[in-house]
């Protein structure tokens, strides 16, 4: 007899070469584990050829507040599946608040006004093109459905029960091979409200985080069946209810930007590329400035944006750095901002000819033994 082990790890299979697909989505999904456990068992599905027939692949429902990593799960899965983390079709709801901007998606019908003109969103070329040699699956996100006017939820009835969507001109698409996910805002202030009753950041205190998400979950779901109709809610698979983030899972999420910085550095500079070096007590700034309940790691994002990426392209811009360098970035003696000093020295070593370049990671405060030539930086 033999032994099976459920788990939700693929082994190769479409999701490419021995990927390890739960490993990857949660290298790029911080603090979210229910993301993991709800979408990749549909995905794996799929893989074995057992999805059902006449059917998408799922339909998933992400619920829960801004800046929770919604979105950026499912261009992540988009990353893990295909190579590309633009391979799949997202549809801002928010562009189809009229009842006539349908038509902008399925085309207008012949002898209708600018039937010629109307190139629908939502075609089988369309969709086929959003998958790769990994995978055929493609992805479809419908991002902020709760904007979606009626006659456009109406439309996705059958293509959330059937597999199925006729255009203007009668064809038809096929949706048997792909994986639909609405995100939802709704709720969310109510949400940022009872995480936070009092603005203040003892959040949550004493709430186990299986009860914070199944008050969220409740107050996500509350809101949708105002919305929508109950046939509608009842084409929804799996919802998954994402968890305000954690100091830790932001700071986390600071980390991965900052890597990201480093290796876009690299990337399009090439040979003008230079080393960052952020402090702990920087990163501790951009923490603290970039924690927000109301927009969660967006604000991080913006803060990091603000205070570190706009000041280095401008130094970049005025050939205040020298290739091949090091930036350090310090926070300033009153607290208040951070403050950048170059160094023309590199830190790192060099690496061995015969290595790949390796994508350099952003390492956490100045090593006490340079004394190379400093200069002091002030961004314009
Ligand atoms: N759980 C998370 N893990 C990693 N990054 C995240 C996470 N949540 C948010 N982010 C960061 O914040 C940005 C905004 O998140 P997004 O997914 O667009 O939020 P929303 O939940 O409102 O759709 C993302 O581009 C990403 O950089
Ligand atoms: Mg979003």
Known sequence: MRTIHH??????????????????????????????????PYVQMYQAGLAPEGRPVGVFL?????????????????????????????I???EFQMEHEVAKLIGAPPGYLGHRETQPMLTQSKLNSITSERSSLSIILLDEIEKAAPSM???????????MLRLGDNNTVNFERSIIF??????????????????????????????????LESIGMHAMRRKFTPEFINRIDVTVTYQPLTTESLAAILEHHLTDLQAHIDNRLLTRAFDIEVSPDARQFLLDRGTSQQYGARELKRTIHRNLVQPIASLVAQDQIVPGGTLYVELSEDGQRLEMEFDEEPVRAQPALDELAPVRSVRGGRPSSTDGPRRPLRAA
Do not use: W, Y
Request: one cysteine or more; charged letters at 20%; hydrophobic letters at 35%.
């Open 153 to 163: 939820t109406r439309l996705l009835l059958g293509v959330l029960d059937k597999a």
């Open 92 to 94: 801002d709801c928010g």
């Open 7 to 40: 788990t939700t790890r693929s082994r190769g299979g479409s999701g490419g070469q021995g990927s390890d697909l739960h490993s990857l989505l949660s290298e790029k999904i911080v603090g979210q584990p229910a993301v993991m456990s709800s979408i990749l």
């Open 182 to 215: 609405m995100t939802s805002n709704l709720g969310a202030r109510e949400m940022v409200r009872e995480i936070n009753p009092d603005f203040g950041f003892q959040a949550m205190a004493g709430l186990q985080p299986r009860n914070v998400v199944r008050k």
């Open 62 to 90: 992400l619920l829960g507040p801004s800046g929770t990593g919604k979105t950026r799960t499912v261009e992540a899965l988009a990353g893990v599946l295909h190579g590309n983390e633009k391979s799949l079709l997202k």
